[in-house]
């Protein structure tokens, strides 16, 4: 039973695996400072492992069998102010995968099992020291890698989301009470909620749970990088601009994995927001003709993107070519509110601004010399101030997990059942069923119910030792 | 100039690279307090980063410019009571590769710089924390990869190694005070350091040098392995129990990396202790006809053997075969010193044990089938035996290092020109000039003397962070 602690004592190498300066063990569970204290003696004298205050750094040897393995620095954690909020012990030993091995060995001929992946979390989570978001942000936090995934991680982690999912599901039990005692007095057909006031706050919930699932694709977009699509007619210098953006930055995030590569998308970071260019190159070349494209998958991938870079060549570009086609592009993409920026580029063939560009004032629009790598700050600049508006936007709550955003679908539907309900004068019992339906996908959030199966699924995905 | 403390600020990753539960970034120098105070706030307050106690594991936000990076454990070392001796302070992050990054990241922009490898521990030495084997020693430490390699490494870094050094070197001391004391009063012609208690005194300190040299052939071969040879005539089994004795322990060390694996050598670790095990299978299979071998590469794996395990039929070899085997391998590898076990296999073949072998006493001789993988452990408690006995041997101090070993022979023959100079009763100040050679040859093991070549050398092996 994955939902109950089992009251084992687990432990795991914490750290990366590999040859390096340090590596931490950690044990955590009933029997930790036990199984510890046979085999850790402090260089400063304390006369038993109890001894050693908490939450500091001790320096001893870990021993095997009175046989020195290493000279390691520990720190103990009390129940239940420890991570996992059992008694946990850290030890922080050479870096040797060899003396690694050993002192996990050591600990579990003690009595300590191996832990399984998130087995920690899980345990925090079972314990009551973090909710199940906040247990799943820890897997997003680690797996972050750019400063916007880290920042939304980071959030949900310390609570911010679960804080709004909690107060939702608070004004839901109120409203489920006041349901509740109506069936309790259900043969005296008394109406102690008024449907008006059920209906008012059924709006405000159902308006918060749409903000949030509007969140989702935002989150989505964050986490994977914000697709960016450039388009333009032939020759008006994509591919210049592309390898510009990429380049430029590439030396800063060469030293962090997970940096993409192919042909037709390259992920790149600026001011650690993930973006994802998607080179329009092999596809259609200008959106004039975009009614003719037919090719389902370029068609897909523009309506996919958040940002359009609209490039043009400003010495042989006019104001009517330009308005035309962002007009038939807005039409064909009406649904889909992609922020367009518009880049005139080769500033460097044209002596003066035309004057016809002030008109384009509703529009973004930088000048550009790709060719000669002159103001492409103001193109990232302007990615940015999407970011940090559509960020702003999100009120810092944004959903990136695929399994709340299902549960908020589904919380919505039973809302939209209760409404249906109230509208058809359904009696208390058969809203109340709606209604612990809803709490239930809430609930289902942030853990308050759970099962086995999602407990396994969500903490399969972490890696041991955390 | 290595040689002295630059006063910077360095900063690493400790732990190995990768995505991991937990990361330790580490920052030290006279600016690391500041520096980490700068980013870091803790969750329970502090009024100042001054006021968090030391060795204190303290549990906060480790900010950039006011935006959290991550919940991060700090914990604070005060100059002198550090691993490098200047004020430390470690990073507990979350183990995503981006935010260890942006941590380190976050430490330069403040002004810390990356550490170089094996800057901290240099730090250690420059500081007097640690002599110089002793640093080297967390090196063969953190590379260990059997539990006698990790042993000798462990004890040199706990400073067994340097104690008998510097107790030699003091010794030399005051042999030169005696003689810089005679040059002194040259004019005088006076005898201050009797030439025969000179002479003792040399002895015994080349008894004891010459037991460290000996003990580098012993050290060397723990580090990389124990060489065993497995000789006998073909069919007597000499592969089955070669596989044997590989299969049998090989899941215990197959999480363990560097059990490397190739066609006629095979490491294993048995109880702690790696031996490579070379099939003599391409080779001659007896060597009754040693005599014809010819190839200079059997010859030298022979001659590298630190033990022969001597395989023959139990059910066919006789008394004379046997004893006559030894004899000719024994004139043939007279220098060598190897420790010969022979192994009767085909136990399974005879009723009893020959009544020829109570004979035998002088050589240890295991009764085994390898077909029926009966006694296999006998070999291996022989071999345990014979590492227990040469480790007693070497009283636990094990020479390791080629350079502690260069050091040891250039102080040997310093030593000899000192012992020829008292016999061809040469003045005090050309003993006196020996005497400074052997000194300094002695004080460059722990790094009394040394110079920029010898610590880049040393520490560029180190990994980053350590």
Chains 1, 2 share one sequence.
Do not use: W
Not at 59 to 84: A, C, R, W
Not at 105 to 116: D, K, S, T, Y
Not at 170 to 181: D, K, M
Not at 380 to 388: G, N, Q
């Amino acid at each position: 039973m994955i939902t109950h602690l089992n009251n084992e004592t687990i432990c795991a190498i914490a750290t990366a695996p590999g040859l390096a300066a340090i590596a931490v063990v950690r044990i955590s569970g009933p029997q930790a400072f036990q199984i510890v204290s046979n085999s850790f003696k402090a260089y400063r004298k304390y006369t038993s492992f109890e001894e050693i205050p908490v939450q500091k750094v001790v320096l001893g040897t870990f021993e095997n069998h009175g046989q020195p393995v290493d000279e390691v620095m520990i720190t103990k954690f009390q129940k239940p102010y420890s991570y996992t909020g059992e008694n946990l012990v850290e030890i922080s030993c050479h870096g040797s995968p060899f003396i690694q091995q050993q002192i996990l060995q050591i600990l579990i001929e003690h009595g300590a099992r191996v832990a399984r992946p998130g087995e920690f979390t899980l345990n925090a989570f079972l314990n009551g020291r973090i909710d199940l978001s906040q247990a799943e942000a820890v897997a997003d936090l680690i797996a972050s890698n750019s400063t916007l995934s880290q920042q939304i991680a980071y959030n949900q982690m310390r609570g911010h989301f679960s804080e709004r999912i909690k107060v939702l599901r608070q004004q839901l039990i109120t409203f489920s009470g006041l349901i509740e005692l109506e069936l309790d007095f259900s043969e005296e057909d008394l109406e102690f909620a008024s449907r008006n006031d059920l209906s008012t706050l059924l709006d405000a919930i159902d308006a918060e749970i749409a903000t949030l699932k509007q969140s989702f694709s935002m989150g989505n977009v964050l986490k994977n990088g914000i697709p960016v699509v450039i388009i333009g007619k032939p020759n008006v210098g994509k591919s210049t601009l592309l390898n510009l953006l990429v380049k430029e930055e590439r030396a800063i995030v060469s030293d962090i994995p997970g940096t993409t590569r192919d042909a037709i998308e390259d992920t790149m970071t600026i001011d650690g927001v993930a973006f994802r260019f998607i080179d329009t190159a092999g596809l259609r070349d200008s959106f004039d003709v975009i009614e003719s494209i037919g090719i389902q998958r370029t068609y897909q991938k523009i309506k996919q993107a958040a940002i359009v870079l609209y490039l043009f060549d400003v010495s042989e570009t006019t104001f009517e070519e330009i308005t035309e086609t962002i007009r038939e592009f807005k039409e064909k993409f009406q649904d889909d509110n992609q922020h367009i920026i518009l880049v005139a580029n080769k500033l460097d063939l044209i002596e003066e601004i035309p004057n016809y560009f002030p008109d384009l004032v509703e529009m973004e629009t930088v000048f550009v010399s790709a060719k000669r790598n002159q103001n492409i700050h103001l193109i990232t600049d302007s990615l940015m101030k999407f970011v940090a508006m559509q960020s702003q936007e999100e009120n810092q709550t944004i959903v990136t997990s695929a399994r709340h955003y299902e549960a908020l679908l589904r919380t919505s539907d039973a809302l939209q059942d209760i409404r249906n309900g109230i509208e058809q004068k359904l009696s208390g019992d058969l809203l109340a069923f709606h209604l612990r339906d809803a709490l239930f996908h809430l609930g289902s959030i942030t853990g308050e119910v759970t099962n086995n199966e999602v407990l396994e699924e969500i903490f399969s995905k972490f890696c041991i030792g955390k």
